[in-house]
């Protein structure tokens, strides 16, 4: 197929504004950057999809239905690879243009729903040349086939080590020390005794959080600002779509000559199951997706981060140069979505067409 004007990223609204405010259809898109070109990827792809992606999770070659009483619930389906990998044909046009044609092709894949009578999810093969890929494979997914962590994971899994497949990928770990020696164990009570202010700090922030995101969904709203306009369907109007990339050798340099120290263990998340079940309750259902729609649309911007693996993973025996990922469907104008990979951290920012200038951010 061949890649519209990019200016054609406008969807139209009318009922599918209604369906998908009542739906919160959103989908999550992860995106591959390759260091060599796609060629030859026909004789991988078949194989790759039946043995690897689709045992990983029976939702891949699953579609919801409605039963009787009104309730979803997942049924498998025959599975039709063809319907679901597609291969966009860019016109001919000099290397600094085809980046632009990527951005029109990701704003069509945000803004177009999957359809629900078929497979929750695509795979886009873009074998051209990009200014940071040789190549570059999309996956898009249905977001009710699991949360953010989930589906990464499940993707995780259908990759390998560049280096050495037989090998398996490790990820950052936080290793607690041991108390071996006299002297040290003192320097534990210590740590211990310190740590004693974020355990009742952690105690009273859960019940806080959790009654701020409550009010956040009913009757707080922030101000309008530069980057939120407060309009209605959002999620339908076109988007840039901006990566930039860090050294963690770099950032932690920086950490140390600040004296930043980490503190992951004092943060908390609460979460809303995004995913369906087997079998929900209809009016769960909705109530889950008003909730959460009302509270991203109450929102200036959203923030997510994935920890990826050390070492430079493989698809189809093709290193993978660059990973990062964007959720499509949200009513906000401006997401983050940030992912490590490879000693690198990459940052992702979407926002409504006109916020950002993609190529001064990416600079």
């Known amino acids: 197929m061949t890649l519209p004007a990019i200016d054609v990223c406008f969807r139209h609204s009318g009922p599918n504004l209604a369906r998908r405010e009542a739906s919160l259809d959103s ?3 992860v995106v591959l950057e390759f260091e060599v070109p796609l060629d030859d990827w026909q004789s991988h792809i078949r194989s790759l999809l039946e043995h690897v992606f689709l045992p990983v999770n029976p939702r891949f070659s699953s579609i919801m239905v409605t039963d009787e009483s009104g309730a979803r619930k997942w049924k498998r389906a025959k599975v039709k690879l063809e319907d679901h990998v597609h291969v966009p044909e860019f016109p001919s046009s000099p290397l600094s243009e085809n ?14 729903p999957l359809q629900q009578s078929r497979l929750l999810w695509e795979v886009h093969m873009i074998n051209y040349r990009m200014t940071e890929a040789a190549g570059t494979v999309v996956f898009n997914l249905h977001h009710s086939l699991g949360d953010g962590y989930s589906i990464m994971g499940a993707l995780i899994s259908c990759l390998s ?18 108390c071996s020696t006299r002297g040290y164990v003192g320097k534990c009570k210590l740590k211990c005794l310190r740590t004693l202010p974020r355990v009742f700090a952690s105690v009273f922030n859960t019940p806080w959080d959790f009654g701020w995101s409550l009010l956040k969904s009913t009757c707080l709203v922030d101000d309008q600002t530069p980057i939120w306009s407060r309009q209605d369907g959002i999620e339908f109007r076109p988007l840039t779509i901006a990566a930039v990339s860090f050294s963690l050798g770099e950032i932690k340099q920086v950490k140390s000559r600040l004296r930043v120290v980490d503190c992951e263990d004092e943060k ?25 729609h009302r509270t991203l649309k109450n929102s200036s911007l959203t923030i997510t981060h994935v920890v990826g693996p050390y070492e430079k993973m493989a698809l189809m025996r093709r290193p993978i140069k ?11 104008n401006l997401s983050v979505c940030i992912i490590s990979y ?3 951290l990459r940052i992702n920012v979407a926002a409504e067409k006109g916020f950002i200038l993609y190529v001064w951010f990416q600079s």
């Open 268 to 292: 908390l998340f609460c979460s809303v199951p995004h995913g369906a079940t087997a079998r929900d309750d209809k009016e769960i259902q909705r109530a889950r997706a008003k909730y959460i």
């Open 161 to 178: 080590r560049a280096d050495d497949p037989s090998l398996p990928l490790t990820f950052p770990t936080s290793k607690a020390r041991t």
């Open 27 to 29: 989908a999550i898109l």
């Open 322 to 332: 660059g990973l990062y990922y964007m959720v499509s469907g949200a009513p906000r």
């Open 342 to 344: 490879a000693g690198k």
């Open 99 to 112: 980046d632009d044609f990527l951005q029109g092709y990701f704003c069509r894949l945000a803004l177009e």
